[in-house]
């Protein structure tokens, strides 16, 4: 079992930056594809970024975003830690919501961005932009 605790949410203004963790415990998780998603209020749980193997016998990994955080967000992870991180930079309020951690050992490339296809999830960190 993979345990995920996400940190690092608040309340800040348009335009400003923020950096989300997310620390796994139980497993060593630098083999598993980790990704984040969000949920604003009465909307569905939508896809953010995730950080993937390039493949099972490497620990080189590829960087997907969502259109709408694309150019603004950036996913990295450190193994040593076992922890990955959501640097999110020009918040504005549409970008208001829970964020979430996920993980899975592997998710194919053409469904990364369906939450179905995530194992474990943490219980999420609240992210408020005021306008």
């Known amino acids: 079992q993979v345990q995920l605790v996400e940190s690092g949410g608040g309340l800040v203004q348009a335009g400003d930056s923020l950096r989300l963790s997310c620390t796994a415990s139980?497993?060593?998780?630098?083999?598993?594809?980790m990704g984040w998603f969000r949920q604003a209020p009465g909307k569905e749980r939508e896809f953010v970024a995730l950080?993937?193997?390039?493949?099972?016998?490497?620990?080189?990994?590829?960087?997907y975003y969502a259109d709408s955080v694309k150019g603004r967000f950036t996913i990295s992870r450190d193994n040593a830690k076992n922890t990955v991180y959501l640097l999110m930079n020009k918040l504005d309020a549409e970008d208001t919501a829970v964020y979430y951690c996920a993980a899975t050992q592997r998710v194919p490339h053409g469904t990364y961005s369906q939450k179905t296809e995530y194992d474990y999830w943490g219980q999420g960190t609240q992210v408020t932009v005021s306008s």
């Open positions: 139980g497993r060593t998780v630098s083999s598993y594809d």
């Open positions: 950080i993937r193997r390039n493949g099972i016998s490497t620990y080189t990994y590829t960087a």
